[in-house]
């Protein structure tokens, strides 16, 4: 034996006794703001506080993406994918706001079609209460009233002053609107139907969607704003009318339309 080794044995492969990590986590429920109708749509786990480290600090900024049919209750709005982004932790609950919105691969393949023009357009927006937005909008071109010949393409001249007429109607709606505002006419397709409208005049178009949106920056935190964003019980969210559903409405019996 060599000189001045230890007699003493060693232990080798010694079993390290194995934790399952969710004995040390805490699940919290994730709230959508009030503009929608599902208020608590998720779960989310989390490490408990130790030390230094905060269980609020790691749970803050978590972005969430969830179908808009699961938080409005409505298959019609399955093709939208919302974005909400954790900003404040109150007990066991996350409260979240809009963070983007953009359309499903299956929708964005079932727009595109032969025959037509496919026109697109993006414009960086700021709303009134300071927040950087880019919005992306698609529209197709359609034919006209009696039309026989069965391509109705556009030329480059018309396709400039149309995504000229996108951007600027895009811009005019965020410009007077906050974020919660905004999310609202963005839902039921009423910016779409106001492009639309306006570009008739240039070729007239179908299928006219804000297909994507993405916030690039956002004002200071305000727990005050969240706060009203929030406001209201499990079932403040109301369902968002479509813009083609209420067309038009009718008096009681009056037999007539308004």
């Known amino acids: 034996m060599a000189v001045g080794k230890s007699k003493r044995p060693t232990k080798k492969g010694g079993k390290k006794k194995i934790v399952d990590p969710f004995t040390k986590k805490d699940w919290y429920d994730v709230k959508a703001p009030g503009l929608f109708?599902?208020?608590?749509f998720s779960k989310s786990p989390c490490t408990r506080s130790a030390g230094t480290r905060l269980a609020s600090d790691s749970l803050k900024g978590r972005v969430f993406e969830v179908n808009l049919a699961d938080l409005n209750l409505d298959e019609d709005q399955g093709f939208r994918k919302m974005k909400l982004i954790v900003e404040?932790?109150?007990?066991?609950?996350?409260?979240?706001?809009?963070?983007?919105?953009?359309?499903?691969?299956?929708?964005l393949c079932s727009l595109i079609k032969k025959w037509k023009t496919l026109v697109e357009a993006h414009a960086d927006v700021k709303t009134t209460d300071g927040y950087t937005i880019r919005m992306f909008c698609l529209g197709f071109t359609k034919k006209r009233n009696n039309q026989v010949k069965k391509t109705c393409y556009a030329q480059s001249a018309q396709i400039r002053q149309i995504r000229k007429k996108m951007v600027q109607i895009m811009s005019e709606e965020a410009a007077k609107?906050?974020?919660?505002?905004?999310?609202a006419k963005i839902i039921p397709r009423s910016v779409g139907i106001e492009i639309e409208k306006a570009c008739y005049g240039i070729y007239p178009l179908q299928d006219v969607f804000i297909r994507k949106v993405k916030i690039l920056k956002s004002p200071?935190?305000?727990l005050t704003r969240l706060m009203e964003l929030h406001e209201g019980g499990e079932d403040s969210g109301r369902k968002v009318a479509t813009a083609d559903e209420g067309a038009v409405a009718t008096l009681e019996g009056a037999g007539g339309r308004l």
Not at 88 to 107: A, H, I, S
Not at 177 to 183: C, G, H, I, N
């Open 220 to 222: 200071k935190f305000d």
């Open 177 to 183: 609107s906050d974020l919660k505002d905004l999310v």
């Open 88 to 107: 404040e932790v109150q007990g066991k609950n996350l409260l979240t706001n809009f963070y983007g919105m953009d359309f499903t691969r299956d929708k």
């Open 37 to 40: 109708t599902k208020r608590v």
